[in-house]
């Protein structure tokens, strides 16, 4: 069992930055990939990252490659997302979720866990 739980949200001007935490707690969270996902009102989940157990791997969308940047320190449980150059786009709930392999997915059916999210909002 892994639980889950998102900080970091708030409500930021077009340009700038925030980070979003993701703490973990659970014996066997070490054995788990990590996600970001986000949900805008009217829209489906959609995939943002997703980093490997060891860190050594990550994988972005489109829509915010070489803006977000996941990582993660194994050592203090907690699961990264700095976001910079933000845009009213990126308004959404944002989620983390763990996944029981060594390497992560972009699908979010495969995620065993998740967090309950934290709000992002973007003014123009």
């Not at 829209?43 to 996941?70: L, M, N, P, W």
């Not at 907690?78 to 763990?98: G, H, I, R």
Request: aromatic share 12%; hydrophobic share 30%.
């Amino acid at each position: 069992q892994v639980q889950l739980v998102e900080s970091g949200g708030g409500l930021v001007q077009a340009g700038g930055s925030l980070r979003l935490s993701c703490a973990a707690s659970g014996r066997t969270w070490s054995k788990y990939s990590m996600g970001w996902f986000r949900q805008a009102p009217g829209k489906e989940r959609e995939f943002i990252a997703t980093i490997s157990i060891s860190g050594g791997s990550t994988y972005y969308g489109d829509s915010v490659k070489g803006r977000f940047t996941i990582s993660r320190d194994n050592a203090k449980n907690t699961v990264y997302l700095q976001m910079n150059s933000l845009k009213p786009e990126d308004t959404a709930v944002y989620y983390c979720a763990a996944i029981l392999s060594p390497d992560g997915s972009s699908w979010h059916g495969e995620y065993d866990y998740w967090g309950q999210g934290t709000q992002v909002t973007v003014s123009s």
